[in-house]
C-alpha cells in the first residue's frame, strides 16, 4: 500500500473550517484514501473515505485532487472536541482478501478557543 | 449494536504473570484486529484475524498469543511479558465481504502495565 505524508502538528480557530492535508503521491488506482482520527485515550474512530470523487458526511468533506496524488481533509466548523490526531491512510479495498491497516503518524491538530 | 467491548480497561501484571485481553462485537464482522499503541505513536498492527482463522501476525513474539473462539470475540493471551510491552492495546473489527469498505471500527482498548 502506499506510504501517506502528513504535517505533524496544525493549529485551527474555534468555528473555522480545519484542513487537513494529505499527501499520497505513490497512490495507484485501485487504492482509497482513508481518515480516522483518534482523540486522547480513546480508540481511532472512522470519519471518510473516498477513490477519486469528493465525498461528504456529516463529519467532514474528502477532497481527492484530480491527479490522485494528494487529498485534504475537511472539517467545516471546527469545535474544541474536534482536537485530535489525524490519520490518512490509503489501501486497496480488497473484499474478502487480508486487510493490513497500517497508520502513518498522522497531524496533531489543535482547536484553539 | 455498532461497538467493540474491550475488557478490562485497565491492567497491571507483573512479568511472571498471565493474563488476558478480550474483545467482542456484534455487528457481523468477520475480521478482527489487534494493534498496540505506545504513548504519542501510531497504532501498530500486531494480529489480524478473517473469518476465525489468523490470516496475519506481524512477527510478534509469542509472549503475545492470539485467539478468535468465535466470530464475535477475539482474545489476547499474555504471558511472560516485559516492562516494555506495557502500551494500549486496541481491537478492530471490519466487515469482510465484496462489497466491504471494510471501515475499522476500534474498541476504547485495554491499557496494560506490566511491572
Known amino acids: 500500500d502506499a506510504k501517506t505524508t502528513q504535517p505533524p502538528s496544525m493549529d485551527c480557530a474555534e468555528g473555522r473550517a480545519a484542513n487537513l492535508p494529505c499527501n499520497h503521491s505513490?497512490?495507484?488506482?485501485?487504492?482509497?484514501v482513508y481518515w480516522y482520527r483518534q482523540i486522547h485515550s480513546q480508540g481511532p474512530q472512522y470519519i471518510i473515505h473516498g477513490l477519486k470523487n469528493n465525498e461528504t458526511n456529516e463529519m467532514a468533506s474528502l477532497i481527492i485532487t484530480e491527479d490522485r496524488k494528494s487529498s485534504t481533509l475537511i472539517l467545516p466548523h471546527a469545535t474544541l472536541r474536534d482536537t485530535a490526531v489525524y490519520y490518512c491512510i490509503v489501501r486497496v479495498v480488497r473484499g474478502n482478501r487480508d486487510d493490513k491497516i497500517i497508520f502513518g503518524k498522522g497531524t496533531r491538530l489543535h482547536i484553539l478557543p | 449494536d455498532t461497538e467493540v467491548t474491550q475488557t478490562p480497561k485497565h491492567l497491571v501484571m507483573g512479568m511472571t504473570n498471565k493474563k488476558s485481553l478480550k474483545c467482542e462485537q456484534h455487528m457481523g464482522h468477520r475480521a478482527m484486529y489487534w494493534y498496540k499503541q505506545k504513548a504519542k505513536k501510531p497504532p501498530e498492527l500486531m494480529f489480524v484475524?478473517?473469518?476465525?482463522?489468523?490470516?496475519i501476525n506481524e512477527s510478534v513474539p509469542s509472549r503475545f498469543s492470539p485467539e478468535c473462539p468465535n466470530s464475535s470475540l477475539l482474545n489476547l493471551h499474555l504471558h511472560a511479558l516485559q516492562p516494555e510491552d506495557s502500551a494500549l492495546y486496541l481491537c478492530?473489527?471490519?466487515?469482510?465481504?465484496?462489497?466491504?469498505?471494510?471501515?475499522?471500527?476500534f474498541g476504547a482498548g485495554s491499557r496494560l502495565t506490566v511491572l
Open positions: 505513490t497512490i495507484s488506482g485501485n487504492e482509497y
Open positions: 484475524y478473517s473469518y476465525e482463522k489468523l490470516s
Open positions: 478492530a473489527s471490519s466487515l469482510q465481504g465484496p462489497s466491504g469498505a471494510n471501515v475499522l471500527t
